[in-house]
Antibody, heavy 117, light 107 residues
Framework: QVQLVQSGAEVKKPGASVKVSCKTSGYRFIAHYIQWVRQAPGHGLEWMGWIDPNSGGTNFAPKFLGRVTLTTDTSNTSAYMELSRVTYDDTAEYFC??????????WGQGTRVTVSS | EIVLTQSPDFQSVTPKEKVTITCRASQTIGSNLHWYQQKPGQSPKILIKYASQSISGVPSRFSGRGSGTDFTLTINSLEAEDAATYYCHQSSSLPFTFGPGTKVDIK
């Protein structure tokens, strides 16, 4: 069965970088884009960007351009999201999701990132 | 960027009642509109893809319709387990975007 398992919670100081991993299984990894979505406490879902594991091509929401790096490791069927220069506003739950076309058809369990001094 | 608006923001409903949630796009998106359910502390779960396509394992009381700019998610005969926040999501144009969500509460 399709599974996406994310890395554990992180606590970072302002200005630091954070990297979240998303280990996939149960499907052909290069056949589906991976989307990244975040949710600040008490707020809605925010689309960050996505990556094509086959080509490494990426697209980002404008507010994340220059601060988010998306990568994949096809040998490990894993995707990674690195967010640099974090601020308190980056405190959120971060989700990876397999893209079935454009829809997020399978989701990771989420990774809580807390920015605190 | 395409903006999605949802109505209502919140709805309190009795079991077995019918619920209709609307999602409107700021420009035409064809049928590239998906619906998710999210319960507290959980990841979103897809309910409907491409406006009206059902998802295996999702109860048949959930249905979607619409195209262009106006879409609806209908929950027929609401059950207690349907208490959640519902989001629409467009994949017509990058960057993809989500609606602000509709919270459904059970009376």
């Amino acid at each position: 069965q399709v599974q996406l398992v994310q890395s554990g919670a992180e606590v970072k100081k302002p200005g630091a970088s954070v990297k979240v991993s998303c280990k996939t299984s149960g499907y052909r990894f290069i056949a589906h884009y991976i989307q990244w979505v975040r949710q600040a406490p008490g707020h809605g879902l925010e689309w960050m960007g996505w990556i094509d594991p086959n080509s490494g091509g990426t697209n980002f929401a404008p507010k994340f351009l220059g601060r988010v790096t998306l990568t994949t490791d096809t040998s490990n069927t894993s995707a990674y999201m690195e967010l640099s220069r974090v601020t308190y506003d980056d405190t959120a739950e971060y989700f990876c999701a397999r893209a079935g076309g454009g829809a997020g058809d399978f989701w990771g369990q989420g990774t809580r990132v807390t920015v605190s001094s | 960027e395409i903006v999605l608006t949802q109505s209502p923001d919140f709805q309190s409903v009795t079991p077995k009642e019918k619920v209709t949630i609307t999602c409107r796009a700021s420009q035409t998106i064809g049928s590239n509109l998906h619906w998710y359910q999210q319960k507290p502390g959980q990841s979103p779960k897809i309910l409907i893809k491409y406006a009206s396509q059902s998802i295996s394992g999702v109860p048949s009381r959930f249905s979607g319709r619409g195209s262009g700019t106006d879409f609806t998610l209908t929950i027929n005969s609401l059950e207690a387990e349907d208490a959640a926040t519902y989001y629409c999501h467009q994949s017509s144009s990058l960057p993809f975007t989500f609606g602000p969500g509709t919270k459904v509460d059970i009376k």
